[in-house]
């Protein structure tokens, strides 16, 4: 079965950096574009970051550009997550989003996420 799990969560200072990592088993990683999301108590998870299924292309959110960057190694079923600059905002749980788009329906799968804490 599909699993998804987050790694590399912790605190951290502002302006420090953390690198998480998503390891996807039981399905075909390379078919798959990968996302990571972010939630806080009471608010909607967002997209932070994309990658395609080639990791030709990225796509990121206003607030993470330039600060943030989205990687994948097809070889190791694995997407990462570099942070930079981290900023108190940043503090959330983060999700990775495995996706596929077939012409009957939207193939997708979600980690259980990992804490990221930005504070001095």
């Known amino acids: 079965q599909v699993q998804l799990v987050e790694s590399g969560g912790g605190l951290v200072q502002p302006g420090g950096s953390l690198r998480l990592s998503c390891e996807a088993s039981?399905?075909?990683?390379?078919?798959?574009?990968m996302r990571w999301h972010r939630q806080t108590p009471g608010k909607e998870r967002e997209l932070v970051a994309g990658?395609?299924?080639?990791?030709?292309?990225?796509t990121y959110a206003d607030s993470v550009k330039g600060r943030f960057t989205i990687s994948r190694d097809n070889a190791k079923n694995t997407v990462y997550l570099q942070m930079n600059s981290l900023k108190p905002e940043d503090t959330a749980v983060y999700y990775c989003?495995?996706?596929?788009?077939?012409?009957?329906?939207?193939?997708?799968?979600w980690g259980r996420g990992t804490q990221v804490t930005v504070s001095s």
């Open positions: 039981g399905l075909t990683f390379g078919r798959f574009a």
């Open positions: 990658i395609t299924n080639d990791g030709a292309v990225t």
């Open positions: 989003n495995a996706f596929r788009r077939l012409p009957q329906f939207d193939d997708f799968y």
